[in-house]
């Protein structure tokens, strides 16, 4: 049985940041109900500072799924999309106090989910972002229907 801290604990029972943003700036979806964990997450972008506003998330899968992707939510309000396109897997570990082994992935779905919302955004927008340059969203999506592929053999 997965033990779990308090934070991770707090962020499943009363997660931040749930749902959608109607007039969204950008919006990614990573992840596969196939392998029991997806995230979508949109994020308002303040045209003048070009900072993060709002996100919002959707997530279906396990506890740790849904505290990673509040907490990520909230460390992206507030920064610009360069500064959340650093945001990794281990930071929003480290943010939860860690999670146990076989729930890391979840963090990586929270920050491919931000990724996704970024260059999204960017697409509508016409700009590059250093955090994206090589960035591919399919490649990104086929390697982890590739990874989930290989959890089930």
């Known amino acids: 049985m997965a033990m779990y801290n308090d934070k991770v604990i707090d962020h499943f029972m009363n997660p931040h940041n749930v749902g959608e943003i109607e007039d969204a700036s950008g919006v990614g979806t990573f992840g596969s ?16 500072s070009g900072i993060i506003t709002d996100a919002k998330f959707k ?11 509040s907490i990520a939510t909230d460390m ?35 920050e491919q989910s931000i990724k996704a919302a970024i260059y999204d955004y960017a697409q509508k927008n016409g700009l590059e972002f250093e955090g994206l340059k090589d960035y591919d969203p399919d490649a990104v999506e086929e390697d982890h229907h590739d990874s989930c592929e290989m959890e089930e053999e």
């Open 33 to 48: 109900p196939v392998c029991g964990d997806m995230m979508q997450m949109s994020i308002k972008v303040d045209e003048n």
């Open 59 to 69: 997530t279906y899968g396990c506890g740790s799924a849904i505290a990673s992707s």
């Open 76 to 110: 992206i309000i507030g920064k610009t999309c360069e500064e959340a396109l650093m945001v990794t897997n281990q930071d929003v570990l480290d943010e939860l106090g860690g999670l146990p082994s076989v729930k890391i992935h979840c963090s990586i779905l929270s």
